[in-house]
């Protein structure tokens, strides 16, 4: 697979910002990006049903478990570099402390940050990292 890929809710709001948010600070390109209702979700969930659940974020890199929940933001961090890798101090915090966080918030992320009709089609420089 080469690059990590993360595997985002295409019709969030935040989600689909978050996926900029990377982009912008990302410009050497070290992920790419996958919706989870495309083909290549598809087949990570295939080889990882309990991935089936999840409606978020999903950080899938080589020859690791995929990442979800507060996991996924902290392995985001970390490819992002300075100063966003000083997230992973969170690590700190007890996982189920991380994951009840990140799940309040994801149980309301589209109240605060809307839902689109359909995947936003990202920008032709970009498009490139995108995998359908």
């Not at 993360?6 to 600070?25: E, H, M, P, S």
């Amino acid at each position: 697979m080469g690059k990590p890929v993360l595997l985002y809710d295409g019709l969030c709001g935040f989600c689909d910002r978050t996926v900029q948010f990377i982009l912008a600070r990302d410009p050497g390109g070290a992920m790419n990006f996958a919706p989870l209702r495309g083909e290549f979700a598809g087949e990570v969930v295939r080889r990882h049903p309990a991935l089936l659940a999840v409606d978020s974020l999903i950080l899938v890199a080589d020859s690791a478990l995929p990442l979800v929940k507060a996991d996924a933001v902290l392995g985001i961090a970390s490819y992002l570099g300075w100063p966003w890798k000083a997230v992973g101090v969170l690590r700190i915090v007890p996982r189920f402390i991380r994951d009840l966080a990140y799940d309040l918030f994801a149980r309301h992320r589209y109240r605060l940050f809307g839902r689109y009709d359909s995947c936003p089609i990202p920008d032709a420089a970009v498009r490139a990292r995108f995998i359908p």
